[in-house]
Each structure stands twice: as structure tokens, then as C-alpha cells.
């Protein structure tokens, strides 16, 4: 069992940074894939970016890549979102997963743990 937990949520101007993180509980935080994903009201929840257990490799969606990183630190047992050069589209609650096993997922229903979620808006 995994528990998750996002901050760093908030209001910010297009173009700002924003930087969430994701505190996770357990001893086995490492051997789990961990993802940023985003729903926006009435959208549906769409991938971010994903990290493997060792930080070694990371996945970003077409639309977040080069703006967002993704990392972990596995001592702290958390994953972080570096949002930078937001736009009015980024608004959304914002939730970190975690996927068991090696892969990279870029899917919802392949994440087994989800946090509650932290809101972002960005104004232009």
C-alpha cells in the first residue's frame, strides 16, 4: 500500500514557475514508477510525465515537454514537478501516481495509487 501526497499547488501568471511535489509513505518507494498527471473540469485525466524507479529515465507529454521535469529523490521518498513558462492551459488538479514494476505507463489505469490531488491556475 502506497500513500500520496501532493503540495505546491497555487494561482500564478502565465509564464511563472511552479514547483509541486508529491510525499509518498512506504519502504519501497524506489521500485515504483511514479507520474504526474492532470484533469481538467470537464476533461478528462491526461498523462504529464513519468519517472522510473531510479530517476534514470523520465517521459513528458508533447504538451509539457521541455517546460516540465520531472525527478525524484528516493531517500525523501518524493517526486517532484518543475513547471516552468505556464500557460492557461496547464490549469488543472494535478495528481501524482504510482505505478509497481519497471515500465514507464503514460496510462491512468496502469498507476495502482493516487494522491487527492492539488490545484494549479494559471493566469493570463
Known amino acids: 500500500q502506497v500513500q500520496l501526497v501532493e503540495s505546491g499547488g497555487g494561482l500564478v501568471q502565465a509564464e511563472e514557475s511552479l514547483s509541486l511535489s508529491c510525499a509518498a509513505s512506504?519502504?519501497?518507494?524506489?521500485?515504483?514508477?511514479m507520474g504526474w498527471f492532470r484533469q481538467a473540469p470537464g476533461k478528462e485525466r491526461e498523462f504529464v510525465a513519468s519517472i522510473s524507479g531510479s530517476g534514470g529515465f523520465t517521459v513528458y507529454s508533447k504538451s509539457v515537454k521541455g517546460r516540465f521535469t520531472i525527478s525524484r529523490d528516493n531517500a525523501k521518498n518524493t517526486v517532484y514537478l518543475q513547471m516552468n513558462i505556464l500557460k492557461p492551459e496547464d490549469t488543472a488538479m494535478y495528481f501524482c501516481?504510482?505505478?509497481?514494476?519497471?515500465?514507464?505507463?503514460?496510462?491512468?489505469?496502469?498507476?495502482?495509487?493516487w494522491g487527492q490531488g492539488t490545484q494549479v491556475t494559471v493566469s493570463s
Open positions: 512506504g519502504r519501497t518507494f524506489s521500485s515504483y514508477v
Open positions: 501516481a504510482a505505478s509497481p514494476g519497471s515500465t514507464i505507463m503514460t496510462t491512468t489505469r496502469r498507476y495502482d495509487y
